[in-house]
């Protein structure tokens, strides 16, 4: 596809990175050059210096004859108008980042009056990953596939765990569980786990099954935690907002640190049920004072990624509850892993799968489309959920004939509202939504997994 960028900043530019690796051609558009140059240079794609939101620059852009135009500047009004352009300069699809809080509940009247294609909120899918994951302190990270009918879940293997020194095949003899275990991250090494695979202590292993069931096997192997009731938080930002909404009813208490007094009156105004405090979440006394080391979850949630680490580190010393970390770049992945933090969250990246899961279902026309994709080891392995729309050679077959490429593991099909975990004499039929964990990056149909 032929897409133009609008926007050099964070976003923009994994945006391009992924876009560009996933076969598309890509034009970047930026006010500063510098920011233009330096991303054309490091993904190899089209740069243009200019206001995204003119149609001279558009023009120039190429959006006559652009399949998809991304709007993901720093003002959301600036996003709105250069979709509003493409429009009427092209007959390109458009896809803009809104994240102001006031713009939240305007998502479907914004889409349907302006004909966007998408409406990006990093934010605010930021808070509710963030609530998944304090609603189960089991899980390091939530995915929901299935319209939430099923879920990913990541989850770290201490010491104690009673995985550990076990088989995947020994473990479904011994605890019968109604879920699949999809991959185990084991240091720089990523696995798509077969029946033979031992587990070891610091594994990251991820599994499938629908929340009552992923529940169960939790309670089975004595790893269900204790549910979190409150959380300190730092940081009184947009996706702060975003989390007091989505949490105000649920029991879970919260209480937040922000240095800025204006932000600080901003939310207490609107989250009554919210403990503001007015203060220098940095300073240790004040954090010792305010409770972390009785708080359920330790949320850090600044501008400033390496201040969340640094808190993060610090809440490990003595915080026994559960603990999440921001961080706004993704591109020292590698760097994070090392420190060993608990649950760590990108709103980059999330954007990210979120377009490129639209780009792959825009673009596929073999008769499955990509609804949902999740990066589970981000460069090594892949969910994606398809919907399968018509007979194919996959169809109708057991899973035990068909000849799937290595490393790939059929995790879950939804059909008529009924989740299957899949064994050999199961069959994926039309209508299924289907989640499949995969090594191949980039699946497109359904029909790539085979041989």
């Not at 305007?106 to 889409?111: D, G, H, P, V």
């Amino acid at each position: 596809m032929k897409i133009i960028i609008i926007g050099c900043g964070r976003v923009g530019a994994s945006l391009a990175e992924k876009l560009n690796a996933d076969g598309n051609k890509v034009t970047m558009i930026d006010m500063q050059a510098s920011k233009v140059e330096a991303i054309a240079n490091r993904c190899d794609v089209m740069g243009i210096v200019g206001n995204g939101a003119t149609h001279t620059v558009q023009r120039e852009a190429g959006v006559a004859s652009a399949d998809l135009l991304i709007a993901v500047t720093n003002s959301d009004e600036l996003n709105l108008l250069c979709c509003v352009i493409a429009k009427k300069e092209g007959k390109c699809q458009t896809i803009a980042r809104v994240k102001n809080p006031e713009y939240s509940k305007e998502t479907a009247y914004l889409k349907e009056q302006m004909g966007l294609a998408m409406v990006i909120n990093p934010e605010y899918a930021v808070a509710e990953e963030i609530a998944r994951v304090l609603r189960f302190p089991a899980a390091s990270k939530i995915e929901p596939f299935a319209k939430g009918k099923v879920e990913l879940i990541k989850f770290k293997l201490g010491k104690s765990s009673h995985l550990v020194g076990i088989s995947v095949k020994e473990m479904a003899m011994k605890y019968r569980p109604d879920i699949l275990v999809c991959t185990v991250e084991r240091g720089e090494d990523a696995y798509i786990a077969g029946g033979d695979f031992v587990f070891e202590e610091k594994d990251v292993v991820s599994i499938i099954g629908t929340p009552k069931h992923a529940n169960e096997f939790f309670q089975k192997i004595h790893y269900a935690g204790n549910t979190i009731k409150n959380a300190l938080v730092v940081g009184g930002g947009v996706i702060t907002h975003y989390l007091c909404e989505i949490l105000e009813n649920s029991g879970i208490s919260l209480k937040v640190i922000e240095k800025d007094l204006k932000v600080c009156e901003e939310l207490c105004t609107r989250w009554q049920k919210a403990d503001v405090i007015h203060g220098n979440p940095s300073d240790r006394e004040l954090l010792q004072e305010e409770g972390i080391q009785k708080a359920g979850a330790f949320v850090t949630l600044s501008e400033v990624d390496e201040e969340n680490i640094l808190l993060s580190l610090f809440a490990q010393e003595f915080h026994s509850g559960k603990l999440i970390t921001k961080i706004n770049r993704d591109d020292y992945d590698s760097v994070i892993n090392r420190l060993d933090l608990e649950t760590v969250i990108c709103p980059i990246s999330i954007s990210a799968d979120h377009i490129l899961r639209f780009v792959r279902a825009t673009r596929n026309a073999k008769g499955s489309n990509v609804e949902t994709l999740y990066n589970m080891i981000p460069g090594a392995v892949e969910a994606a959920e398809f919907i399968i729309k018509e007979n194919s050679s996959i169809v109708g077959k057991p899973l035990s004939e068909l000849k799937f490429k290595k490393g790939v593991l059929i995790a879950s099909i939804s059909r008529d509202g009924q989740i299957i975990i899949p064994r050999g004499q199961d069959m994926i039929m039309v209508g299924d939504a289907v989640v499949i964990v995969s090594k191949h990056l980039g699946l497109e149909d359904v029909t790539d997994i085979l041989r």
